[in-house]
């Protein structure tokens, strides 16, 4: 009863704050930022820590400069979501520019489905918008990990599907897209492939901004299973609320790829997206809460 109760009281005060133009969002956001930087140091230690490991070449004041231009993104990044309760999907449209979608939507065409590997980059949720690019009657499938409390896990489930988007656990993700195949869909499968893993999950080290990483390999799974062409999703974040996406094709032929060499592929292309602009990445994130030592020793 409690949660639901706090499903209810959550869910009410989004959809009003959703009736706010962007413009009246963004000055809440700074008052947001405000309070997360200089008063309840939002995770500050997690922040200062990832910048720190992760450019190691910079001067504490470059560091603290890109810690609050994060700092006032991510107070962004949420209100943003938050709009897209009520944001018409034409709107989104105007927000989101889709680069290099002729490509995209032949690869499509050509082998009944794609790959798309997305990082918590920039306006990443609002790639769920991708429908209105795409023919009719193909599927945008959306991968997301559960939450622990059911209703809120409702919620943010209904914002995704919002504009067409199919959402599919990501332990269903091969059944989900084998029987949509048989179905006679054609997909594209939108993954966020940067999370910290569970051990389970813990596949694929490798050497990320200066340090020991391991990343999920389950995108690059799914495109070996199905022969699906994989495209890494290369964000931008153009000013407060306008974003673009370029749909840079890794290859037409995973199957022809060595084991983790896509996966490898994402963590290279990922850095590069990084340095270009490090504020707009998920510093907040406990991205390297695992250590390769304690893998090797536990085998």
């Not at 996966?263 to 270009?276: G, M, P, V, Y």
Request: net charge positive.
């Amino acid at each position: 009863m409690k949660s639901k109760l706090i499903y209810y009281l959550t869910y009410a005060g989004m959809w009003l704050l959703a009736l706010l133009p962007f413009r009246a969002l963004y000055v809440l956001s700074d008052g947001l930022y405000f309070v997360m930087r200089h008063v309840v140091h939002y995770r500050r230690r997690v922040v200062r820590t990832n910048l720190r490991n992760s450019f190691p070449e910079k001067s504490i004041e470059e560091l603290r400069a890109i810690e609050g231009r994060f700092y006032h993104y991510i107070c962004d990044y949420m209100l943003e979501e938050v709009k897209m309760l009520r944001m018409p999907f034409k709107e989104l449209c105007r927000r989101m520019e889709y680069d290099n979608k002729e490509e995209y939507l032949s690869m499509i065409e050509k082998h009944g489905g794609i790959v798309l590997l997305i990082p918590h980059y920039a306006n990443f949720e609002w790639i769920t918008g991708m429908s209105s690019i795409m023919a009719p009657g193909d599927v945008p499938v959306q991968v997301y990990k559960r939450l622990r409390n059911p209703y809120l896990d409702e919620m943010f489930k209904r914002i995704r599907a919002r504009y067409g988007g199919y959402n599919v656990p990501k332990h269903s993700t091969a059944r989900e897209v084998i029987k949509l195949r048989k179905e006679g869909k054609r997909l594209a499968i939108g993954l966020i492939t940067d999370q910290s893993p569970n051990r389970s999950e813990a596949h694929y080290w490798t050497t990320f901004l200066n340090q020991d990483t391991v990343f999920m390999d389950g995108a690059e799974r799914i495109a070996r299973m199905m022969g699906f062409p994989v495209f890494y999703c290369e964000l931008t974040r153009v000013k407060r609320g306008y974003c673009k996406v370029d749909f840079e094709l890794l290859t037409e032929t995973p199957k022809q790829t060595a084991e983790g060499e896509i996966t490898e592929c994402f963590a290279r292309r990922l850095e590069q997206t990084i340095r270009r602009e490090p504020a707009y990445w998920f510093w907040s994130h406990k991205r390297w809460k695992h250590k390769k030592k304690d893998f090797v020793h536990h085998g």
